[in-house]
């Protein structure tokens, strides 16, 4: 087996994987970012890439791995502090989360991806306008998850199947939390604001769907 360690951003780099050359690249790497890399590891057998950073940078690596037809590679995270996806994925962090990159085994994860191809491994928050409320009618699968005028949804990919799940946030703190889960959650809306990972969209939308990929991932833990 061959380990690449990827340092997205300035992050500290756990003892454990000192030893092991590392490519440094922006927080969110893009296809460009990861070129070079990429092609060293076509060239090896068993190659494993380590992802040392948070959920965006792991959501951003494997947006290109699955936009390049690159999904059997076996993907360890370890980010610096505990993440939605940490928690999702059960990775640990630190030192924890690089210890189970190097010596755990690759399970297979549902994918989740969104209509424009980009890869959800932490959540989503859907919202409307700045001030305004969410108006419009969302479905998980065939589960009507509103209809009308809410506060938000929340999504997060799940790490066995379906796949995903989604609630609805509503202005009352009394409104018990009823999470849906599918393969897919589809949106229609008057104005839809995107956050993914924690990086918002660049535009607002009228409609948007995030559902499960016919391919999964790898992810070593």
């Excluded at 070129?35 to 057998?45: P, R, V």
């Excluded at 809410?150 to 796949?163: D, N, Y």
Aim: neutral net charge.
């Amino acid at each position: 087996m061959h380990i690449f360690v990827l340092r997205c951003g300035d992050g500290p780099v756990p003892l454990a994987l000192a030893s092991h050359t590392a490519t440094t690249v922006p927080p969110i790497p893009t296809a460009g970012d990861l070129e070079d890399l990429l092609h060293a590891i076509d060239d090896e057998k068993q190659p494993r890439l380590i992802v040392l950073g948070d959920d965006s940078a792991l959501a951003a690596v494997l947006t290109v791995l699955m936009r390049t037809e690159r999904l059997q590679v076996e993907v360890g995270y370890v980010p610096c502090d505990p993440s939605p996806s940490a928690r999702i994925y059960s990775t640990g962090t630190g030192a924890q989360a690089a210890n189970n990159a190097l010596n755990g085994s690759a399970v297979e994860m549902p994918l989740i991806r969104d209509d424009l191809g980009i890869v959800l491994v932490g959540g989503a928050t859907i919202t409307g306008p700045p001030g305004e409320r969410l108006e419009g009618e969302a479905y998980v699968d065939d589960t009507k998850l509103f209809t009308g005028s809410i506060e938000s949804i929340a999504l997060e990919p799940t790490a066995a199947m379906p796949g995903l799940r989604a609630h609805v946030r509503r202005r009352t703190v009394l409104t018990r939390r009823r999470w849906v889960a599918g393969r897919a959650m589809q949106l229609g809306a008057r104005t839809a604001v995107l956050v993914r990972d924690g990086v918002p969209s660049a535009h607002s939308q009228t409609r948007s769907a995030f559902y499960r990929h016919h391919e999964p991932w790898l992810l070593v833990r």
